[in-house]
């Protein structure tokens, strides 16, 4: 297994960029099933491993999957998140640029979020990495 390790803590956006794609959820019935299908059939690395928060990615990309068991994300939500390096800066910029922010900027032992949604509804986290 991976070395634990938080999950947004690793840099991950580009300079000079403000959002970078994250993860993408994929709902599973098994996490250990799903994660040795990914690792040892797909050959893909096991990024994070902690309780409801597995994460695995092609090696050599950036982007990860997130293996949600049993459930699909909360309605409205996407399951896909974003990475930023400047939290705040980032969560003014979409403000000032008319985008609906449906969870105000808050802060979990695992990590600092935010959650916007486009024009249809859908919704994104943006988390500081």
């Known amino acids: 297994m991976a070395p634990l390790t938080q999950p947004y803590e690793r840099s991950r956006v580009a300079a000079g960029m403000t959002l970078t794609m994250g993860t993408i959820a994929v709902v599973v019935r098994n996490e250990k099933k ?3 299908f990914y690792t040892k059939k797909l050959g893909f690395k096991l990024v994070d ?3 409801h928060w597995r994460t695995v990615s092609a090696k050599g990309s ?3 999957i ?3 068991p049993d459930s699909p994300p909360e309605k409205g939500n996407t399951g896909i ?3 930023t ?3 705040e800066k980032e969560h003014k910029r ?3 640029a ?4 449906t969870q105000p900027i808050t802060k979990e032992e695992w990590g600092t979020y935010f959650m916007f949604a486009d024009p249809d509804g859908n919704e994104f986290y943006a988390f500081e990495g």
């Open 34 to 36: 799903a994660v040795d």
């Open 49 to 51: 491993d902690w309780p």
């Open 62 to 64: 950036k982007q990860e």
């Open 66 to 68: 997130h293996l949600c």
């Open 81 to 83: 998140s974003f990475y």
């Open 85 to 87: 390096t400047d939290i």
């Open 94 to 96: 979409l403000v000032k």
């Open 98 to 101: 008319g985008v609906k922010i």
